[in-house]
C-alpha cells in the first residue's frame, strides 16, 4: 500500500484530456514539493514535472502539474498515443524521512 | 549527455548478497547527491536510498535498513548498493539515479536498471 494515493488508470481519447490526482498528507504533499514520472512500456522512468508544476527542458506544455493543500494533479491535454504509460507521483515525506512514491496510473488512449 | 550504466545484478538465494555498480559519465558525479529506486516487475516504483555528494547524509528506506549498504566513489564516477540478507521480496529492478536535493524529489537522470531476483 503506497503512502501517496493515486488511481489506478484513466483513459479518454487522442485529443482529450486527462486528469491524475495524487492524494497524500501533511508530512508529504502538503509541506513538500511533488514531482511526476512517465514510464513507458519497457523503460526506465523520466521526470515530467517537479516543484509541483514545473517542467523539465524538452517537455511539452501538454503535461502540466498543480498541487493544493496535500493533493496533487497532473493535467494531460492534446492526448496521444504517445502518452500511454504509467505516471507516478513523488515527493519527500518529513514524518517517514524517505521519498514516497504513488502506486502508479496507467493511462490509456482509447 | 548524461549515461548512468548500472550492473550487478543476477539471481541469488535467500540470504545471499549482491553489490550494484552504477557508472556514471556526463555529469559532474562528484557534486551531486544519488539514490537507488527498486521497482518490483509489473509494480511501482520504491525509494531505497540516498546518498549525498560527500557520504555524508545517507538515508535508507525501512524495508532494507540494516541489510544494504549505499557508498559512493566519487574519483571513479561510481555508485554502489550492497546487499545483504536478500529476501524474495527484494526482488526487483534497480534503478541508479540522480537527485541533486536532499529531503526531495526530484530524480532528474535514470539509469537502465539491473534485474535482481532472489530465488532459491
Known amino acids: 500500500q503506497s503512502v501517496l494515493t493515486q488511481p489506478p488508470s484513466v483513459s479518454a481519447a487522442p485529443g482529450q484530456k486527462v486528469t491524475i490526482a495524487c492524494s497524500g498528507s501533511?508530512?508529504?504533499?502538503?509541506?513538500?514539493?511533488v514531482s511526476w514520472y512517465q514510464q513507458l512500456p519497457g523503460t526506465a522512468p523520466k521526470l515530467l514535472i517537479y516543484?509541483?508544476?514545473k517542467r523539465p527542458s524538452g517537455i511539452p506544455d501538454r503535461f502540466s502539474g498543480s498541487k493544493s493543500g496535500t493533493s496533487a494533479t497532473l493535467d494531460i491535454t492534446g492526448l496521444q498515443t504517445g502518452d500511454e504509460a504509467d505516471y507516478y507521483c513523488?515527493?519527500?515525506?518529513?514524518?517517514?524521512?524517505?521519498?514516497?512514491f504513488g502506486g502508479g496510473t496507467k493511462v490509456t488512449v482509447l | 549527455e548524461v549515461q548512468l550504466v548500472e550492473s550487478g545484478g543476477g539471481l541469488v538465494q535467500p540470504g545471499g548478497s549482491l553489490r550494484l555498480s552504477c557508472a556514471a559519465s556526463?555529469?559532474?558525479?562528484?557534486?551531486?547527491?544519488m539514490v537507488w529506486v527498486r521497482q518490483v516487475p509489473g509494480k511501482g516504483l520504491e525509494w531505497v536510498s540516498y546518498?549525498?555528494?560527500?557520504?555524508?547524509?545517507?538515508f535508507y528506506a525501512d524495508s532494507v535498513k540494516g541489510r544494504f549498504t549505499i557508498s559512493r566513489d566519487n574519483a571513479k564516477n561510481s555508485l554502489y548498493l550492497q546487499m545483504n540478507s536478500l529476501r524474495v521480496e527484494d526482488t526487483a529492478v534497480y534503478y541508479c539515479?540522480?537527485?541533486?536535493?536532499?529531503?526531495?524529489?526530484?530524480?532528474?537522470?535514470w539509469g537502465q536498471g539491473t534485474l535482481v531476483t532472489v530465488s532459491s
Open positions: 539515479a540522480r537527485d541533486p536535493r536532499t529531503s526531495d524529489c526530484f530524480i532528474d537522470y
Open positions: 556526463g555529469l559532474s558525479f562528484s557534486s551531486f547527491s
Open positions: 546518498i549525498d555528494s560527500g557520504s555524508t547524509t545517507i
Open positions: 501533511r508530512s508529504n504533499v502538503g509541506n513538500h514539493y
Open positions: 516543484d509541483n508544476d
Open positions: 513523488g515527493t519527500w515525506d518529513s514524518s517517514l524521512v524517505v521519498v514516497v
